[in-house]
C-alpha cells in the first residue's frame, strides 16, 4: 500500500479548529525550519514554513503538531481532541496507515 501525505494546509486548519487549540507552532526542528527558509528566499519562493509536520515512512504516516491551549483546558484532553482529529482525517483521506500521531503542548495559558 502507498503511503499519501496529506495536506499540510488541511491538518493546519484542522488543528486550529479543535476546541481548545489557541495557537499553532511549527513543528519541525529549528534547523530545518531555517533551512527551508533560507532555500526558499534563494529560490526566491514565498516562505512556506509548514505547522503541522508530515512525513511519510515505510512504516506509515508520521504527523506532528505543536500546540498552545488556554489556561482553563486540560492539556491531556485537548491533546487527545488534536490527536482523534488527526487520526480520523487520516481515516477519511483513504490513509489508514499511521505510524505516529504527536501531539505537543507548547504553551499554556
Do not use: C, F, W
Amino acid at each position: 500500500m502507498t503511503t499519501v501525505i496529506p495536506s499540510t494546509d488541511q491538518l493546519d486548519a484542522l488543528v486550529r479548529q479543535v476546541p481548545g487549540v489557541d495557537a499553532l507552532y511549527p513543528a519541525r526542528s529549528i534547523v530545518a525550519t531555517v533551512l527551508s527558509t533560507a532555500l526558499d528566499a534563494v529560490a526566491h519562493h514565498a516562505p512556506a514554513a509548514p505547522l503541522v509536520h508530515t512525513v511519510a515512512q515505510s512504516d506509515g504516516v508520521r504527523v506532528t503538531a505543536k500546540i498552545g491551549i488556554g489556561a482553563a483546558e486540560s492539556s491531556a484532553d485537548v491533546s487527545g481532541r488534536v490527536h482523534d482529529a488527526i487520526a480520523e482525517h487520516l481515516r477519511q483521506v483513504g490513509n489508514p496507515t499511521v505510524a505516529q500521531i504527536a501531539v505537543i503542548v507548547a504553551r499554556i495559558g
